[in-house]
């Protein structure tokens, strides 16, 4: 029996095994360019509990591109319409509906370390507006990202997940 080193074969799977993706690889802006398409976006209580932010099928898209701006909108798939027609005419209870169900905002991005800072230059919540936040990427690859919010708008924890678009 010839004993043959198995150097060469580890060198080759250390090799091959270094160039996968991990499941949250994002370290750079140009990584992230381009159009996603929001799959989910949940509300996640301290006990685990996940509820639907913007209802069961919310409807969103989030853009990267290579100049460093944003920009996310997520609306929900039950805004009511408005009965008057005309935007400016809502009752208190639509314009309640349309305010809670809809999350708009852009700005400036940068990627390091997994996160993405977003700094808000202009948001449909107002709060957010002049101020930076913080999106933790759990899951990342050429098609899907995950990310998490530890201060959602809606209070509390969110994560969302966005398919990117071909």
């Known amino acids: 029996m010839i004993w043959r080193s198995p150097a060469p074969a580890i060198a080759l799977l ?7 993706p991990s499941p949250a690889s994002a ?16 509300n996640v209580s301290a006990d685990g509990k996940r ?16 100049s460093g701006h944003y920009i996310e909108l997520i609306v929900s798939s039950e805004l009511p319409k408005i009965a008057a027609g005309n ?4 009752t208190p209870e639509e314009n309640t509906a349309i305010a ?9 991005y940068t990627v390091a370390d997994k996160v ?17 936040q913080k999106r933790t990427l759990t899951s ?8 998490t919010n530890s201060a959602g708008s809606g209070g509390g924890f969110a994560e ?5 678009v071909r």
């Open 14 to 20: 250390l090799g091959f095994s270094a160039t996968l």
């Open 27 to 42: 370290q750079t802006a140009k990584e992230l360019v381009g159009s996603w398409i929001v799959s989910s976006v949940d």
């Open 51 to 66: 509820t639907p932010g913007f209802g069961p099928s919310p409807k969103g898209i989030v853009m990267f591109d290579d």
């Open 87 to 90: 935007r400016m005419k809502g």
């Open 100 to 108: 809670q169900g809809v999350l708009a905002f852009f700005g400036k």
């Open 116 to 132: 993405v800072s977003l700094t808000v230059e202009g948001s449909s919540y107002p709060n957010w507006t002049g101020g930076l």
């Open 140 to 147: 990342f690859t050429e098609d899907e990202m995950t990310w």
């Open 160 to 164: 969302l997940v966005a398919k990117r």
